[in-house]
């Protein structure tokens, strides 16, 4: 009578056996697979950073960093948005994020002139300034999720560093871009793809931050921690052309010109008119983009729509500049012609346009639309920003343009933040200001602009 029972004891873990052989082959498989396509997409993400003379000239080394940066950039953003808007009430929170942009507005405000002009007396360590960027929002990353953690006073101090070393890799990278570009490849499309990597490093590690903020705000963080770490290490590789300087020379907004000299002294070029024109235009929606970013976010948290919840319609209007922004370097890197003057002016014209028609018409059709145009009005037209100083300033000038191009256009969007701070949490009020910011910026714009004769043609 045993022998049965036994058997049937047998059976029964031979066959669970089984089961868990035939468990662990499918895991096998399934890891393996999702192994080979994850190795599949890394090999084809560098093959396109490569393409077109990019991996000779050392150009797909800073695609592949901006797209660290822009992964580290979003884990910080998913931890702070939770800690800053939507754990405090809104009064508080807002207090709180007005004095943050206030402060961070302040070294802007001074710093702004001088960056520039810091980075064409110390052009040959580029590297390091870039690599300094990443190693201090690294530690300051770990800073911060001790003090989410602890709610420690140190919260505001370390984000505001966070967001300071942010603003300056990008001008220290705008200032890199012109020395890695392939002969192959026009600059307006190097920066498109160098913009592009910088989506898609977002899009990959947003999700996995988001994963690291369910067992707490800091974990993202600590995710963002390890991210800057290899990214320093990454911009310290960086080709050895980054940090040349030879027959560099300076741009100036005024005063006189001076040729390169034989004894050393750097050469000064007076800022070309189409250029200020093509700036001053870019300002109008970088400075939209800072706005919308801090008015939504509390509009939509004291003013929600219908039953949606705050987080899902915030997540909807940013979600859609995005797909904006991503559409607009699109564009910019497979049209082959752009006409810069144009296109500037459309895309300062749309965004006062949609602001109107979301202030006439407040809902979540016209913000996400908003959203959409704005995303695709800022990438549109920092592209045509970019390919005026490629036609119109010497090479040997290009790294000093962008530079202080990029100084401006992040101090525009502190101060657009800054207003959307201060405004009151009323849909029609805000949005109907916004609407006439932009149109008279719109219109001083459009009555400064050069005529043809003053647009230089182009210099090397």
């Not at 010109?257 to 070309?272: A, D, F, L």
Request: aromatic residues 8%; positive net charge; proline residues 5%.
């Amino acid at each position: 009578m045993s022998a049965h029972p036994s058997g049937a004891v047998r059976r029964s873990l031979s066959g669970a056996a089984r089961g868990v052989r035939a468990t662990g082959r499918g895991a096998r498989a399934v890891g393996h697979g999702a192994g080979t396509a994850g190795q599949y997409a890394v090999r084809q993400a560098r093959r396109a950073a490569r393409a077109e003379g990019a991996g000779d000239s050392g150009l797909s080394r800073l695609i592949e960093l901006h797209a660290f940066n822009a992964a580290g950039d979003a884990a910080v953003a998913i931890s702070l948005a939770g800690t800053l808007f939507f754990q405090v009430p809104t009064g508080e929170a807002r207090g709180q994020v007005a004095l943050f942009l206030g402060i961070t507005m302040l070294p802007f405000a001074i710093v702004a002139p001088l960056i520039g002009p810091f980075l064409d007396k110390f052009s040959h360590g580029r590297r390091w300034a870039v690599g300094s960027t990443m190693a201090i929002r690294g530690f300051l990353c770990w800073v911060l999720a001790t003090a989410v953690a602890t709610e420690s006073y140190w919260l505001f101090p370390a984000a505001l560093g966070v967001l300071v070393a942010s603003k300056a890799y990008g001008v220290t990278r705008a200032a890199a871009v012109p020395r890695l570009v392939p002969p192959d490849l026009t600059l307006v499309k190097a920066n498109a793809r160098v913009s592009l990597a910088g989506v898609v490093g977002a899009g990959v590690s947003a999700p996995l931050a988001v994963l690291a903020s369910t067992f707490g705000p800091e974990w993202s963080l600590r995710y963002a921690f390890v991210i800057f770490v290899i990214a320093t290490i990454w911009a310290i590789r960086l080709p050895e052309q980054v940090d040349a300087s030879h027959g560099e020379g300076d741009l100036v907004l005024g005063g006189e010109e001076v040729e390169p000299t034989t004894t050393g002294k750097r050469s000064r070029t007076r800022i070309p008119a189409a250029v200020a024109f093509a700036l001053r235009a870019n300002c109008g929606p970088r400075w939209l983009s800072g706005f919308l970013t801090m008015f939504m976010a509390f509009l939509l948290r004291e003013n929600p729509i219908g039953d949606w919840r705050p987080e899902v319609l915030l997540g909807l209007v940013i979600g859609a500049a995005g797909l904006g922004n991503t559409l607009g370097i699109t564009i910019g890197s497979l049209l082959r012609k752009l006409n810069p003057a144009v296109t500037v002016v459309l895309a300062l014209l749309a965004d006062a346009a949609v602001a109107t028609v979301a202030a006439l018409f407040y809902g979540l059709v016209p913000l996400v639309l908003l959203g959409l145009t704005a995303g695709l009005a800022q990438s549109l037209a920092k592209l045509s920003l970019d390919s005026t100083i490629q036609r119109d300033i010497p090479s040997r000038i290009q790294a000093s343009a962008f530079a202080r191009s990029d100084t401006t256009l992040q101090l525009a969007w502190v101060i657009g933040g800054f207003i959307g701070i201060a405004m009151p949490l009323m849909p029609q009020l805000g949005l109907g200001i916004a609407a006439g910011v932009l149109g008279l910026w719109a219109t001083f714009v459009l009555v400064s602009r050069p005529a043809r004769s003053a647009q230089a043609p182009a210099r090397s």
